[in-house]
């Protein structure tokens, strides 16, 4: 009798691990198949596909910095809403939509300043700032400077001697919003094309 329960422990006991390895193996060979997969839709996701590329392309801005925006701004949370009343994907405030319809950079007609909850009409707004500063700005660093602090503060830092527009930022926050959209940025170009097909 006890001999028929050791016989059992054994066999489990080898039985056990043996099916350990067979399914970390199994795992693993997964994980090989498709890594890229994995880390785009867990770390560099791209949502509202049609909506990016169609207004990125009527505004004539790159389709991957408004997905790192939207990654950096709202997580891609459509229903965002930060504490001074920014709204939606790219973190759009009322006021700025405004400027953007009086400015004729958004017909307003077909994406109303009122419906910045939704995700179409908030990517068009945001890629129709991204016109407007890139309308009056040098580079993609004082694009993405400015969309968090403002064209004025950009054009005030860009006009000092300094070596980079790094070093003439005041604002930390800015320093640190440059930082991690320009980081966001290159992932999104290590894993989609510029029409954000996967590579």
């Given at each position: 009798?006890?001999?028929?329960?050791?016989?059992?422990?054994?066999?489990?006991?080898?039985?056990?691990?043996?099916?350990?390895?067979?399914?970390?193996?199994?795992?693993?060979?997964?994980?090989?198949?498709?890594?890229?997969?994995?880390?785009?839709?867990?770390?560099?996701?791209?949502?509202?596909?049609?909506?990016?590329?169609?207004?990125?392309?009527?505004?004539?801005?790159?389709?991957?910095?408004?997905?790192?925006?939207?990654?950096?701004?709202?997580?891609?949370?459509?229903?965002?809403?930060?504490?001074?009343?920014?709204?939606?994907?790219?973190?759009?405030?009322?006021?700025?939509?405004?400027?953007?319809?009086?400015?004729?950079?958004?017909?307003?007609?077909?994406?109303?300043?009122?419906?910045?909850?939704?995700?179409?009409?908030?990517?068009?707004?945001?890629?129709?700032?991204?016109q407007y500063l890139q309308d009056n700005l040098e580079n993609r660093d004082e694009i993405i400077a400015a969309y968090n602090a403002g064209l004025g503060a950009v054009q005030d830092w860009?006009?000092?001697?300094?070596?980079?527009?790094?070093?003439?930022?005041?604002?930390?926050?800015?320093?640190?919003?440059?930082?991690?959209?320009?980081?966001?940025?290159?992932?999104?170009?290590?894993?989609?094309?510029?029409?954000?097909?996967?590579?």
């Amino acid at each position: 009798m006890a001999s028929n329960r050791e016989d059992c422990f054994f066999r489990w006991f080898r039985v056990l691990p043996l099916s350990l390895v067979a399914m970390c193996a199994l795992l693993a060979a997964l994980l090989s198949m498709a890594p890229s997969f994995l880390m785009r839709s867990l770390f560099v996701p791209v949502k509202h596909e049609q909506a990016i590329l169609d207004s990125s392309t009527r505004h004539n801005v790159d389709p991957l910095l408004a997905c790192s925006i939207i990654s950096c701004e709202s997580g891609w949370r459509e229903d965002a809403e930060s504490g001074v009343g920014a709204q939606g994907l790219m973190q759009m405030m009322d006021q700025t939509a405004d400027m953007l319809v009086a400015f004729n950079y958004v017909d307003g007609s077909s994406y109303s300043p009122q419906n910045l909850m939704d995700p179409e009409t908030n990517i068009e707004f945001g890629c129709a700032f991204l016109q407007y500063l890139q309308d009056n700005l040098e580079n993609r660093d004082e694009i993405i400077a400015a969309y968090n602090a403002g064209l004025g503060a950009v054009q005030d830092w860009s006009e000092g001697s300094v070596s980079s527009l790094s070093d003439a930022i005041t604002y930390p926050e800015t320093r640190m919003y440059l930082i991690r959209v320009n980081e966001t940025y290159d992932a999104y170009q290590s894993f989609y094309d510029s029409d954000l097909q996967p590579k």
